[in-house]
Structures are given as structure tokens and as C-alpha cells.
């Protein structure tokens, strides 16, 4: 599965039009609320923190249209609380979305 940054971009210019300094302001923004989700996805220990994290980084995925991310936030609220291979693909995504 591959992580567009384009397409993070498309959206924001979507939102706001090419004003170049707003859209920087908002892929900070994304990316922070973004990594926050999966920080907390790394610390949860119950199912309950496990999924509202996940469908909290869905739902923000979803507001950008970033459909690769939103079905890798279904399959971490789907996974075991901790599991480490869908917290690397989670970290691996972020990377790729913040390389643009």
C-alpha cells in the first residue's frame, strides 16, 4: 500500500486554495494531530484506547481524503492493542506523508 503526499496536498489546496504558507501551516497541523493519534495508539493497553485512536486517525484521514491511511486506521482498530507490525506501517505512513 503506498502514501501519496500528493494527495495530503491536493486537499489542503482543495480546502484553501494555493496559498503555499497556509497549506505548510495545515500539513504541520495534519501531521501533528496525525502522529499524536498513533503515539497514542503505541501507549494504549485496552481495546477501548486501542480503537478510539484508530478511528480518530481514520476519521482525520478521512477528512483529507487520504483513503490508504483511513484503511490502515480500519485494520489497527482491528488488530490486538500494541501490535507492532501495524504501528510500523502507521509509522511508515506518517514518514512518507511528511516527505513532500
Not at 53 to 58: E, F, Q, S
Request: charged share 20%; hydrophobic share 55%; glycine share 8%.
Amino acid at each position: 500500500m503506498s502514501y501519496d503526499p500528493g494527495a495530503l496536498h491536493a486537499a489542503l489546496a482543495a480546502a484553501v486554495g494555493e496559498d503555499s504558507t497556509l497549506i505548510a501551516d495545515l500539513r504541520v497541523a495534519f501531521l501533528e494531530s496525525a502522529t499524536r493519534q498513533v503515539d497514542l495508539l503505541g501507549r494504549a493497553r485496552c481495546d477501548a484506547n486501542w480503537e478510539l485512536a484508530a478511528w480518530r486517525l481514520k476519521g482525520l484521514a478521512a477528512s483529507f481524503g487520504l483513503t490508504a491511511l483511513m484503511a490502515l486506521a480500519d485494520e489497527a482498530a482491528a488488530a490486538a492493542p500494541g501490535d507492532p507490525r501495524v504501528l510500523r506501517r502507521l509509522h511508515a505512513a506518517l514518514a512518507g506523508l511528511d516527505h513532500s
